[in-house]
């Protein structure tokens, strides 16, 4: 089958995969407190991020812009069924706008084949839902079955993650500031969930090393339902990083594991001290 699978800059998969698959990218805008304009994963990469809001600086982010939606979609449904795999709507209004633009491509192209999915999920989760439409495609499996396969499976999607400093969150409003004062004062480092879509809490845990290995805990009660791919992403890679990636991949098979960096579209909602897993839950 021809298909053509985009994803944008949210995703934060891995350039490796990439390239193996032939996957385009449509680039996130992120601003820093100057209003410079920068393109994620362009001319801004993720260590360079983390390490000016490392120093203080504060950025935001925001969507695509329409000529990179519209030159992205239209060239690749020209003559292939064309996947675009957006952030949640909740997090994002990208996939709305995308629905807009897809409208402006079909006036000009009306046979384009244009699908734009909400994959309720961000980041290496989305890389989860990708590689198991990849699998289906291997498996030569219709373009109708692979569409209700990717349906079931975003319904299934989980992210475990925990961050040390709640004010990225809060500054993009993507938790309340009640729970952003908890997490300053007591040293709470909230184990949180994307559920339906949205950010959620699941457990608050005092300090760095217990948030991990609790983490490590959720995920050894889960491993026999796991999917094939699982990722781990992060802000920064220091000690505490590596360790906890080496756990889980004992835990769980480092076959399983994709891992990469938060990339600057996330990170700037994220900051440094991110980790996150997500996996489908069979």
Sequence with gaps: MNLKIIVDSSSDLPSELLIKYDISV????VYDQLEKE???????QSHELMQRMKNGENFTSSLPSYDAIYQTLASCSKEQNCVYLTCSGDLSGT?????????????NNPNASIHIIDTR???LGICVLVMELIEGLNNNESFENLMKQLNQNISKIQHIFTIEDLQYLIRGGRVGKFAGFLGGMLNINPIMEVSEGKFKPLEKVRGRK?????????????KDELSKNVGVVYGVKDDSTEQFIKQLKDLIG???IIENSVGSAVGVHTGPSAI???FLAN
Excluded: C
């Design 26 to 29: 449509i680039p996130l805008r």
């Design 210 to 222: 217990k948030a991990l290995n609790r983490m490590l805990e959720l995920m050894k009660t889960r």
């Design 276 to 278: 996150g897993i997500f």
């Design 95 to 107: 996939y709305n706008f995308a629905q807009l633009v897809k409208l402006d491509i079909l006036e």
């Design 38 to 44: 920068y393109l994620d994963g362009v001319n801004l």
């Design 121 to 123: 999920s961000v980041s």
């Design 254 to 256: 480092s076959e399983q």
